[in-house]
């Protein structure tokens, strides 16, 4: 075991504050990392303070993880010392279901191990990315491309793997319309992923004045869903919509935007939705959810981003602003993802 330090939280409602616990020291198949930088996602929030019906404490959140490797198992053939590696929402899973050995580790029949929160035979429980360093199986970690910024890249590991794998499921390429519902962490991801991929796309929002910033994210037109003639016009336009809108909403207006056979993807998690059968069963439109990725999906997304130059817009936050951050999040106040800088953070011999 060694000492790591990092930011946590001791129950449920109390503050991020500096906390040190321990790490295994690295198995045969095992790689250690000294962790750059980690992303800031709203599910931190959720999870961390007992929202989604569990948790365990003390909790170290954080699950968009980028850093440099600095120990390699006997075992270990995918990375060496020196490699920069990404650690996302799970660290492990039971291997031997269909899901994983199909590769969709997310899927996990009996259930995936989240980087924290979850069950851990050495610890009680696995601590995530809020924190110096990290150890885990390298099956459950991949490769960052030298040409991707890490600070941009750490939102790709969640945010942006939860917009990929819908778009890569549903073949989306040129000739094909795609819909946005949300401008956010995931959203903004999503709009500069279906452009690089050919599509031609679409920033769907209530709000008007989000529609430069959505161009200027790669959007090729904006649809002001609050404008009824719009919304009228654009009837059966769109071959895929992703929405990732977490608040409680409507979905007929929207089916009704879905082609002939098309699909409308849930990305977000509001409490409840609203939809009509008839406003899908009649076209044959489909309604499905998507949840992060696979292993290798999160490979295939760093290495699309390294060679089309995409990465999160980040704001860079000190570890000792992050209950300044989790509340900025919380109102909305990010454009678009919050990553903290590691080199802030106090080593634990401080």
Request: with cysteine; hydrophobic share 45%; net charge negative.
């Amino acid at each position: 075991m060694f000492a790591v330090n990092g930011y946590g939280m001791e129950s449920a409602d109390a503050p991020l504050a500096p906390i040190s616990f321990h790490r295994r020291d690295p198995r045969p198949h095992d790689i250690a990392i000294d962790i750059l930088f980690c992303g800031i996602c709203h599910a931190d929030v959720g999870l961390a303070r007992g929202e989604w019906g569990f948790g365990s404490y003390p909790c170290v959140p954080g699950h968009e993880i980028i850093g440099t490797v600095t120990h390699v198992g006997d075992a270990v053939t995918r990375f060496k010392v020196g490699d920069r590696a990404g650690v996302g929402p799970l660290v492990d899973s039971c291997r031997t279901c269909g899901p994983c050995k199909e590769g969709f580790e997310q899927m996990c029949d009996p259930g995936f191990t989240p980087t924290y929160m979850g069950p851990d035979a050495d610890f009680g429980h696995t601590y995530g990315g809020y924190s110096g360093a990290i150890v885990v199986d390298e099956n459950y970690a991949v490769s960052v491309p030298a040409a991707l910024d890490p600070a941009r890249a750490a939102p790709l590991l969640c945010a942006g793997i939860t917009a990929w794998a819908p778009l890569k499921h549903a073949g989306v390429g040129p000739g094909m319309t795609v819909g946005v519902i949300g401008i956010g962490g995931v959203g903004h991801l999503a709009i500069k992923l279906a452009k690089a991929l050919g599509a031609s796309t679409v920033a769907l929002t209530t709000s008007p004045g989000k529609a430069d910033d959505a161009r200027r994210l790669g959007a090729d037109d904006v649809l002001i869903t609050s404008d009824a003639d719009a919304m009228a016009a654009s009837r059966e336009r769109f071959d895929l919509i992703l929405d990732t809108v977490s608040m409680p909403h409507d979905l007929d207006a929207y089916m009704a935007l879905v082609k002939r056979q098309g699909e409308l993807v849930m990305l977000g998690t509001p409490d409840h939705i609203e939809a009509k059968p008839l406003s899908f069963v009649f076209r044959q439109k489909r309604m499905s959810g998507s949840f992060i990725g696979g292993i290798h999906e999160v490979q295939e997304l760093m290495e699309f981003c390294a060679e089309n130059n995409i990465g999160a817009d980040v704001e860079l936050v000190a570890i000792d602003q992050l209950n300044e951050a989790w509340a900025r999040m919380i109102a909305a106040d990010v454009h678009y993802r919050f990553v903290i800088d590691m080199a802030t953070l106090p080593s634990p011999a401080a």
